[in-house]
């Protein structure tokens, strides 16, 4: 051994292997010990199911058939109850739910045979891991619509605390676009594109958490066929994810290189290798069965299969959120007539709205965005309860939970989902990006004196 079998474990990376083993050889038998199990854990990947540091779900679905609903914690409230009461930071999850409702509904299954288990899996797993694995602050996702009323006596407070205690039931949908605010009273040199989306959920079939992977393939199916009567402006193609073999016209998807650029311009999702998606296996039979339809222009889009049955989104370039609104609109209404069409409903709660996989986007399922510039309002520090105060969300130019990055764009969107209806929730969007956009302003005149 040279000179650097001096070196210990705080210079690795620039040690040689023979100084490695020599810093290793050096410490105490219990420690040398300790390091060989973690590394063994990490190494330990199931031969089914799915791992990613220090999580790991050994469950799978043993056929393109079978849906993924287990019954995680045979031991009952003992495997989780303690570790759950005692996580710290925000959820829902931990707040509300006894081990008396545990108790009363760990063995029922929904008629599609989803288990309670599954629902609160992303929210155990959090109190197990740490705030680091789920930045969720509900610990829910739904297996299937039918969980909503199956487990009321849990589901109903999580949804009500969750949407601030909305006004329910949920009003009717109001896609009236003359209603808006005027978006003009905003300078459009802050705003660099407008984005309005929703998810629909098809009955019929359990949600994405719980969806085995044939029902995912006639779901795409369906929609496919539902999406190919769109004509005029919403006229486009479907395009499966590279490597999705499930639609025939494109057996093997569209080619990476399109693909990575459909997310780099913020048209299309990533591979959920976000936790709090894992932990629900939404990973499950990736990319199988996903994909995007587009209309030539991009400016409507529906993703298949992703985290909900459908996500319809309408963007556009700049602040004209009136005309991305009434295309949202028209795509709203042809999306769902559409699937009636071919003979499937929508899975709408009267007392709820929109069923969808997060109960933090049931009722409207609606986010009005607009990507703004707005360097020095961001840096304040009382943005983000600047924002909160009025009813918005800033993301990272990334997307959701992506660092926000230092380069002053955010992503501003309504914060409520459920209550009030879709005119309501824009024109609270509208309002707060004016605000907003006004205070940037401000802080711009301030620092140029
Ligand atoms: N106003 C906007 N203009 C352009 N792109 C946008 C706008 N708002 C969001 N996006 C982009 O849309 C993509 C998806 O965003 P993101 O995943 O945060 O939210 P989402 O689709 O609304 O769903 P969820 O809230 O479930 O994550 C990202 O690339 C994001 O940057």
Request: net charge negative.
């Amino acid at each position: 051994m040279g000179s650097g079998a001096s070196k210990d474990l705080t210079q690795v990376s620039s040690a040689s292997q023979d100084e490695v083993k020599a810093a290793l050889g050096a410490l105490p038998a219990a420690d040398l010990k300790k390091i060989k199990e973690a590394l063994a854990a990490l190494d330990a990947k199931p031969a089914h199911g799915a791992a990613h540091g220090p999580w790991k779900d050994e469950t799978y679905c043993a056929s393109s058939s079978e849906i993924h609903a287990p019954r995680y914690f045979s031991g009952g409230w003992d495997d989780f109850g303690e570790a759950l009461k005692a996580a710290p930071g925000e959820l829902l999850l931990r707040d509300i739910m006894t081990k008396e409702m545990y108790d009363k509904f760990k063995d029922e299954k929904t008629e599609l045979g989803v288990t309670l288990d599954k629902c609160i899996k992303g929210g155990i797993d959090k109190a197990r891991i740490g705030e680091k694995w789920n930045v969720g602050k509900v610990g829910i996702l739904f297996g299937d619509a039918e969980c909503v009323t199956k487990f009321k006596e849990l589901m109903h407070p999580i949804i009500v605390a969750r949407h601030g205690n909305p006004t329910l039931p949920h009003p009717p949908p109001n896609l009236d676009g003359s209603k808006l605010l005027d978006h003009t009273v905003i300078d459009e040199s802050f705003v660099i594109s407008t984005r309005v989306r929703t998810g629909r959920s098809i009955s019929g079939f359990p949600l994405p958490p719980s969806i085995s992977a044939d029902q995912r393939k006639e779901l795409e199916a369906i929609t496919v066929k539902a999406l190919g009567m769109l004509d005029g402006e919403l006229k486009g193609d479907y395009y499966p994810l590279a490597g999705s073999t499930t639609y025939a016209p494109k057996p093997t998807g569209i080619d990476k290189a399109t693909e990575e650029q459909l997310t780099k311009d913020h048209f299309l999702f990533q591979e959920p290798d976000e936790p709090m998606l894992l932990s629900w296996r939404m990973e499950r039979d990736w990319p199988h069965a996903r994909g995007i339809y587009h209309n030539t222009d991009k400016t409507a889009l529906v993703w298949v299969n992703e985290e909900d049955h459908l996500r319809i989104i309408s963007m556009q370039k700049g602040y004209n959120v009136r005309a991305v609104f009434d295309r949202f609109a028209s795509l709203v209404n042809a999306v769902e007539g559409a699937c009636k069409e071919v003979g499937r409903g929508l899975e709408i709660s009267p007392e709820y709205g929109n069923i969808l996989s997060c109960p933090s986007n049931c009722g409207t399922g609606l986010r009005a965005s607009m990507m703004i510039n707005i360097p020095l309002a961001s840096s304040q520090p009382d943005f983000k309860k600047w924002c909160a105060d009025r009813k918005l969300q800033a993301r990272g130019s990334g997307g959701f939970a992506s660092e926000a990055k230092d380069d002053g764009i955010r992503d501003v969107s309504n914060v409520d989902r459920m209550g009030k209806d879709e005119v309501t929730l824009v024109n609270e969007m509208i309002q707060g990006v004016a605000d907003l956009v006004k205070w940037e302003k401000e802080l711009q005149a301030a620092k140029a004196t």
